[in-house]
């Protein structure tokens, strides 16, 4: 059974600038990188309903899968490095098709 793993974010950066898309840039370069990954996508948020205004979103085959991508080291790095100290705020959802 596949794994959707999704979340949507808000950035400390400054809408547009050139620190977020290279926060994005990276980690769309350093998760693909990760085996297991497939279907990434980044979307943003149109809505003024929320202020989390980006989504990472990708698919794992089974959760094999998505355990070897939490434990991945480039996983680990990423999130250590980047994401810790540049989200302001996030949402984590994890989905299995019914």
């Keep these: 059974m596949s794994i959707q793993h999704t979340v949507v974010f808000r ?54 899968a998505y355990d070897a991508y939490n434990t991945h080291p480039l996983h680990v790095g990423f999130v250590e490095a980047r994401w810790v100290p540049e989200v302001a705020a996030f949402q984590e959802y994890d989905f299995v098709a019914r």
């Design 11 to 64: 950035l400390v950066h400054e809408a547009g600038s050139a620190a977020e898309a290279e926060f994005l840039d990276t980690g769309r370069a350093t998760l693909t990188a990760i085996p297991g990954v497939t279907e990434f996508a980044i979307n943003q948020q149109v809505s003024p309903k929320s202020d989390l205004l980006w989504q990472f979103t990708m698919v794992f085959a089974d959760q094999a």
